[in-house]
DNA sequence: AATAATTTAGAAAATATATTCTTTTAGATA
DNA sequence: TATCTAAAAGAATATATTTTCTAAATTATT
């Protein structure tokens, strides 16, 4: 083995183990990835410690250490200890950066839309009305089948619902437009069913279409938009209205997300409570 | 002086230091404020490493702890030390203290992820490496097409990144695996194009499959995925760690997500500004 | 199935670390 | 300034931690 330079990052670290860790013996695979799971108790503990959490023996963890090339224990915790100690800067650090500063780097960027989606989200707990949550929760918990059906910027939203329902063995169908044939698609939907519908700005009218006529032929039909006069509002039974950041125009997800995902863990939970007997282990 | 309880978080012990600091020797005073202003360093460091960078002899330290009631040094190192480790909590230790004790409402559950989101993200502006995203942003800017592919829980943003590069006008290619092709799908990234790929645990297999075709292949990979260990991670030149908080086994997307939009953006934000610098005067 | 090679566990040794104790120094009081 | 008291330094000691080493166990190879 030649030598090789060692890395004294942490970020380094990592790469290099990820990379090694299939060669790795049993053991210090599990110290690897105890290790990778747990970087700052690794950094603090002391071997014995660490040792013990990771249900090794030190001496293993000494090993382990030499397998990348140092000269112990002590050698590569000092690397996590960096790690600690370089923490990224505090919350108001970081907003003093973004506020001043306008480079715009994709870092710049990341911790900027970081921020307007925190914020949204904290404004999507403020405002959204639990009623009307519960009382979409329950329409869903009645349906036959769930469908969804969202495009464009609003159309990972579906996916994400449709994805969900599915893997809690909730009855879903996705209206995905195959063929062109949504309107045939969305002719499915019956009595029994019911119908989750999304879009933003510009509203695309096929959503608002299928909407309307679901909505006329007596369906229930749970709408996440943005405002309160889309085209949405008035050919849904429960319509939330969702504000979105955006930073350079483009507007973020993470709010409308935040509520797709609640209703589907609030339907799950209720399912869970309920059918507790008949998937006991299901997530 | 009766016994006090000695307090057992970082908070009250500064609370405590702030209270009786001006009563102290002028050498513990020293200390005092050196802890104060080094939390993380006096946490980690050894007795004798600290002593050398507050400018006292170990001895002092010793007092320093005695003077508050401990036994000894290592005993109020202990409370550092638990600060820093509370300070980057493991998600499913916060999300425990967030789930104990509420109902389940629909309502409930939204406030759960909001607050799960939020911290993701937080943790994500902290754990994300500049240099990194600057390179996938710079990947993705030199190719000729972007291709796309993610499954299952990753799918929706897969479906996010093909939408806005679609609609910011780069040529992208989502591999939707149509008719079960997605090798052949996947056969057609050339080498002047590059390929995103997300993948979450349980990993499918189809992703990585794909991902180390196209790297064997020379092709430039980023990847999105949730560990170290992944297996995304050796094939991909590129691979982003994001760890997502889940409530009752529901695991979230936010951060991933943002991430995904902060390289979209990166890349629409970047080709805007190198084209004003080409042409700097022109409309 | 037997042998070799590798890996592991656990105890022993070496090292590092924290604490105590004695001596020295500094500061306060008369 | 002399005397007393409190604080500090530094060496000595006790403790804890890491590392090494050997025997046992496991795994791979013939």
Chains 1, 2 share one sequence.
């Not at 013990?52 to 293993?60: F, L």
């Not at 119908?195 to 909505?215: G, K, M, N, R």
């Not at 993470?254 to 998937?279: F, H, N, P, R, T």
């Amino acid at each position: 083995m030649t030598e090789k330079p060692l890395p004294t990052t942490y970020d380094d670290l990592v790469d290099i183990i990820s990379a090694k860790y299939e060669n790795l013996s049993k053991r210090l695979k599990q110290i690897a990835s105890y290790a990778l799971d747990n970087p700052s108790e690794f950094a603090i503990d002391t071997i014995a410690e660490t040792a013990d959490k990771a249900a090794v023996q030190p001496s293993a963890l000494v090993r382990f250490a030499k397998a990348f090339g140092y000269d112990g224990f002590s050698d590569i915790q000092k690397i996590f200890q960096k790690r600690l100690l370089e923490k990224a800067p505090s919350y108001a650090t970081r907003l003093k950066a973004i506020r001043s500063g306008t480079r715009n780097t994709p870092y710049d960027l990341l911790n900027q839309f970081a921020e307007a989606n925190i914020r949204q989200l904290q404004y999507l707990q403020q405002e959204i009305q639990p009623e009307k949550l519960a009382q979409a929760v329950r329409l869903m918990d009645r349906a036959d089948t769930i469908y969804i059906f969202a495009m464009r910027r609003a159309f990972p939203l579906a996916a994400y619902i449709y994805y969900s329902l599915s893997s809690m063995g909730r009855r879903a169908q996705l209206i995905d437009n195959t063929g062109g044939l949504y309107m045939q698609q969305a002719q499915q939907i019956s009595k029994n069913d019911m119908l989750i519908v999304a879009s933003f700005a510009e509203y695309t009218p096929y959503v608002s279409q299928v909407s309307a006529d679901a909505h006329n032929r007596g369906i229930s039909v749970v709408a996440i938009t943005d405002h309160p006069l889309s085209p949405l509002t008035p050919v849904s039974n429960i319509c939330f209205h969702v504000k979105e950041a955006s930073v350079y125009d483009f507007r973020a997800l993470s709010a409308s997300m935040c509520l797709a995902q609640s209703l589907v863990i609030g339907l799950g939970v209720k399912g869970y409570i309920s059918k507790e007997d008949i998937y006991p282990d299901n997530g």
